[in-house]
């Protein structure tokens, strides 16, 4: 399993290196995303350094979304769901795989982004440990539910519309959890925020759990 | 010796619809098969069915010994399926396709480097992505994909198709040799001059239903045969 999660990753990935999406479209996107906020907010530039964790993490789940949909696009693409359950490869790993390598272009997107925060919001980023690890938690589970989602809207005709329905709703509480421990972070409160990350892992764990068992039969209906 | 494949009154649904409807089918090891038939009756389905990939609904359905019935999933590894499809990522060079579809079935690179020699996918092409290829190429290489597997049981929808004249010299000669060291071939295809060279016997299916096969490709020549599948 873990094999097979490593070669989808590293496919995931290389196609990404190929095609060039996420670095061409989904990272401009998300820091126009940024600019518009400013470009609302600016007026009062205390309001902006105010919502800086809300805005960041409202684009990081934006840009999730079409990071996911590219991501099950090319799978429903050309056989491939016929190709990927002839391959003998575990469901689980293939779902594995594919969540690993949304964490790795998430977290680029993120570092971006907090680039971005930085320069247009004026935010200054004092409790690193805290923000590293609400933002690799809350990447994972943004990652575990979305690749759960995008498996079963891939199938779908209507996926395009369909999965930013059925996944920002469910990825409120990542939304919640990961403001709220930016914002303790950025307060220099970094202590209590810890309970925010753990949160996100439990969250992240579930859906890896659900992901694995729930993805055999999703490869099966696709 | 037991069937290769072994299908009776094999009922596959497509929705509601009844796309094999009772099919009967024996396939012996190391024999060469071809199914034939109008378009619709149910021969993509039959390969499906036979790679795992479409259940059964009722009847009985064997295949290298597993009980597709029961549990599907079991044959997979070791069919190899060539359907109109490609299975390839159009955004990967030729060999990074090669690459992951070797490795995810336990095959290693080189198996998929020595099949796309043996599948004369020229070397130059090797790093082009698969959008750049032309449809036989393509073609090519989608059964080099197939190939590395070393399958047990080859399953080829209309494998001629999109291919120059040397392309469907080639893949006569690998469904022969395959045949030669034990692995066994079915095979759809309208293509009924050529893929008389290289079948055994062949099976018509229509309807979803198979004919017996006293009835098909070895009394009937290949000359009559051409005429039915004719528009």
């Known amino acids: 399993m873990i094999r097979d999660a490593m070669l989808v990753a590293a496919k995931d990935l290389r196609l990404e290196r190929r095609s060039k999406i996420g670095l061409a479209q989904v990272m401009p996107f998300a820091v126009l995303v940024l600019l518009l906020f400013a470009f609302a907010l600016d007026p009062d530039r205390n309001i902006l350094r105010q919502a800086t964790p809300g805005l960041f993490w409202v684009t990081v789940l934006f840009s999730a979304v079409l990071t996911l949909q590219r991501s099950f696009g090319v799978e429903a693409e050309d056989g491939i769901p016929d190709a990927l359950r002839l391959s003998g490869m575990a469901p689980a790993g293939i779902y594995l795989g594919k969540v690993a390598a949304l964490v790795v272009q998430l977290l680029a997107l993120e570092v971006v982004l907090a680039i971005g925060v930085a320069v247009l919001y004026d935010t200054r980023f004092i409790g690193i440990p805290l923000l590293i690890g609400v933002s690799i938690t809350a990447t994972l589970g943004i990652a575990a539910a979305g690749a759960v989602y995008g498996a079963l809207a891939a199938r779908l005709r209507s996926r395009d519309t369909l999965l930013p329905l059925l996944l920002l709703p469910l990825l409120a509480p990542v939304l919640i959890s990961a403001t709220r421990g930016f914002e303790v972070s950025l307060e220099r409160e970094t202590v209590s925020g810890w309970p925010w990350a753990a949160l996100l892992g439990i969250f992240a764990l579930v859906y890896l759990t659900l992901g694995s068992v729930l993805f055999r039969p999703l490869l099966e209906d696709a | ?231």
């Open chain 2, 1 to 231: 010796m037991e069937s290769i494949v072994h299908l009776r009154a094999a009922v596959a649904l497509i929705g509601r619809f009844p796309a094999l409807a009772g099919a009967d089918l024996d396939v012996d090891h190391g024999e060469i098969v071809l199914l034939r038939g109008p378009n619709g009756a149910g021969k993509t389905t039959l390969l499906r069915v036979c790679a795992g990939l479409v259940s059964v609904s009722s009847g009985t359905a064997m295949v290298l010994g597993e009980d597709l019935v029961r549990n599907r999933a079991a044959v997979r590894r070791r069919v190899g399926m060539l359907g109109h499809a490609t299975f390839l990522y159009e955004d990967l060079t030729v060999t990074e396709n090669i690459d992951f579809w070797a490795r995810a079935a336990g095959a290693t690179v080189r198996d998929g480097r020595a099949a796309l020699d043996r599948l004369g996918v020229a070397s130059r092409l090797w790093s082009l992505p698969v959008s750049a290829l032309s449809a036989g190429q393509r073609r090519r290489v989608s059964f080099a994909s197939m190939l590395c597997r070393r399958p047990e049981l080859w399953l080829l929808d209309e494998p001629h198709a999109g291919l120059d004249s040397d392309g469907r010299d080639v893949i006569d000669d690998l469904m022969r040799e395959a045949a030669s060291v034990g692995a066994t071939v079915l095979f759809a295809s309208h293509e009924l001059d050529r893929a008389g060279g290289v079948a055994h016997r062949s099976v018509t299916i229509s309807g979803g239903v198979t004919v017996p096969d006293a009835e098909s490709f070895d009394s009937v020549g290949i000359a009559d045969l051409a005429d039915e599948v004719a528009p």
